[in-house]
């Protein structure tokens, strides 16, 4: 088999054809909508058709690098719940688990909290049935009522705490071009030499995006990312926070700061790879825009605190005194896997500085942690 057939399957030529009939029929598709038939197209979307996390898979994230990071994370929650009052039930939702890892390692903290155990009930909210099998095998060993959903609005009404680890830089954005004045949707095409190709399509007008422009003297032919369906999200968790207690973290990679540029980018087998060349074969992300997820917040009346810096985040919720404890029950091995595994999550030059922690509450709430000390 040749190099370059290695990297496309039956499904993945089968999307790229169908993305261009799509585009032969209807004109140029925006870049959001071949994110979107990429990553989550039914038969041959990226999420959809395999589970891609791991040493043998295209990337590796938080929870897989260290038990330590759901543990935390989970010790959060508690944390939350503590501040809430107490509720029973409360659920704990976390968007798009992956393999299951964090939550696996949640629950495992949550043992030695039995109120809260008792409290509990997952909801893990995913869309890719491959990865729900995935999650079912991690959640096996769960004691707290797991239930899985399409979509956080079908999660039950009641106190929420959400957690989502690399789940908004999956979501769909749509790249505007600043050119002669105007923002430009910049889409997807065929080219000339019959492989997809960028494009710039329709003016797309509002008072935001103006005021955007002129707030960041957006050089010619700049780049600004916009994901609607980020800020759908928050509407409808803000919507959530109006009937009961909720708070949500989210953990991933991206700027504190709005700032022009094309952050799309693809990857395989962890290196970089063409976001245009394989559709549904890569992993497609897109830098999240922290600012702009707390105005959404903001704007809706949840209380906004972050982002922080990962590895801040982590060091202050205790890391380091955890990976001791975890120290003296461990052989040497798994003493060196569990000190580079923190290393990775906090190191400035990893995951420490480009990874943040932003958390959004109910108005009410207080501070959750660490974002309440001083
Ligand atoms: N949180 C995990 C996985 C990150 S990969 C980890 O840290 O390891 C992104 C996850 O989000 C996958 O589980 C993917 O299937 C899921 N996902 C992507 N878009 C989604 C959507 N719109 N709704 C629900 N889940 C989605």
Redesign the pocket.
């Known amino acids: 088999m040749g190099a370059a057939r290695k990297h496309h399957n039956p499904q993945s030529t089968l999307l790229a054809a169908r993305l261009k009939a799509r585009i032969a029929r209807d004109g140029p598709l925006s870049v959001a909508a071949f994110m979107e038939a990429c990553?989550?197209d039914t038969g041959a979307g990226y999420?959809?058709s395999r589970q891609?996390?791991g040493e043998a898979g295209d990337?590796i994230?938080?929870?897989?690098v260290s038990q330590m990071f759901g543990e935390l994370l989970g010790l959060w929650a508690v944390a939350v719940w503590q501040s809430m009052g107490e509720p029973r039930p409360v659920v704990v939702a976390?968007?798009?688990?992956?393999?299951g890892?964090?939550m696996a390692d949640s629950l495992r903290a949550w043992r030695s909290v039995p109120d809260f155990h008792a409290a509990v009930r997952i909801a893990l909210?995913?869309?890719?049935p491959v990865?729900r099998e995935a999650?079912q095998v991690g959640m096996h060993e769960a004691i707290a009522p797991v239930q899985w959903y399409?979509?956080i609005e079908d999660v039950p009404p009641g106190p929420l705490i959400v957690i989502?680890?690399?789940?908004v830089?999956?979501?769909p954005v749509r790249q505007l071009v600043w050119r002669d004045g105007v923002w430009r949707e910049r889409c997807v095409t065929i080219g000339r030499t019959g492989g997809f190709a960028f494009c710039e399509g329709r003016e797309v007008w509002s008072e935001g995006l103006r005021q955007a422009a002129h707030a960041l003297r957006a050089p010619e032919g700049s780049i600004l990312e916009v994901r609607p369906?980020a800020a759908a999200l928050i509407a409808a968790l803000a919507t959530r926070a109006r009937e009961a207690p909720l708070a949500a973290l989210f953990v991933d990679y991206g700027h504190t700061e709005t700032a022009c540029g094309d952050t799309l980018q693809a990857v395989s087998r962890h290196q970089f790879a063409d976001p245009l060349a394989a559709p549904g074969e890569v992993?497609l992300t897109a830098h999240v825009d922290f600012a702009a997820l707390k105005d959404v917040g903001l704007a809706h009346g949840l209380a906004a605190y972050g982002p922080m810096p990962q590895g801040e985040f982590l060091l202050k919720l205790g890391l380091e005194a955890r990976r001791d404890r975890l120290y003296e029950k461990a052989t040497p091995e798994q003493k060196a896997e569990l000190a580079s595994g923190a290393s990775r999550l906090v190191d400035p030059q990893a995951m420490g500085l480009l990874f943040k922690a932003l958390a959004l509450t109910s108005p009410g709430l207080a501070p959750p942690p660490p974002f309440g000390e001083i």
Request: charged content about 20%; hydrophobic content about 40%; proline content about 8%.
């Open positions: 990553l989550a999420y959809t891609p996390i990337f994230t938080a929870p897989e976390e968007l798009g688990p992956g393999r890892t964090l909210v995913e869309t890719s990865l999650q399409g979509a989502a680890n690399e789940f830089d999956a979501l369906a992993d």
